[in-house]
C-alpha cells in the first residue's frame, strides 16, 4: 500500500487545516488507519484512528474536541481536520496503515507510512 499526504502547511492559532491521505494498491485489506505526528525533540504520537471498516474512532487526549478523523472508502482516502490550531499542534503528521489479511499460510499484518507533511502552527 502507498501514501500520499497532501502538503501541510502554516496556520495562526486559532486556525482550521484539512490533512488527506490518499491510499493505493491493495487497499481492500487495510484494517485501521491513523495519524500520527512527531514534534521537534519529541517522539512520534499517534492522533487519531479509525478503523477502516467500521469507521469507530479513537483519539489522543490532546486533540479530543478539535481535531476529526474520517474517511472516503470509495476514493481510499483518509482525513483529518483541525480545528482551534495551537503552537503546540506543530508537527510533522505521518499518515498511516495496517493492514491485514490471510493467505493459505495463516494470517498477515503489514504497516505503512506516508512521506509526512509539515504542519507549522504560529502564535
Known amino acids: 500500500v502507498h501514501l500520499v499526504e497532501s502538503v501541510g502547511g502554516l496556520v495562526q492559532a486559532g486556525g482550521s487545516l484539512t490533512l488527506s491521505c490518499a491510499a493505493s494498491?491493495?487497499?481492500?485489506?487495510?484494517?485501521?488507519m491513523e495519524w500520527f505526528r512527531q514534534a521537534p525533540g519529541r517522539e512520534r504520537e499517534s492522533v487519531a484512528t479509525?478503523?477502516?471498516?467500521?469507521?469507530?474512532?479513537d483519539y489522543a487526549d490532546s486533540v479530543k474536541g478539535s481535531f476529526t478523523i474520517s474517511r472516503d472508502i470509495a476514493k481510499n482516502t483518509l482525513f483529518l481536520q483541525m480545528k482551534s490550531l495551537r503552537p503546540e499542534d506543530t508537527a510533522v503528521y505521518y499518515c498511516y496503515t495496517k493492514v491485514v489479511g490471510y493467505t493459505i499460510e495463516g494470517r498477515f499484518e503489514f504497516d505503512y507510512w506516508g512521506q509526512g507533511t509539515q504542519v507549522t502552527v504560529s502564535s
Open positions: 494498491g491493495r487497499t481492500s485489506n487495510i484494517y485501521t
Open positions: 479509525i478503523r477502516w471498516s467500521g469507521g469507530s474512532t
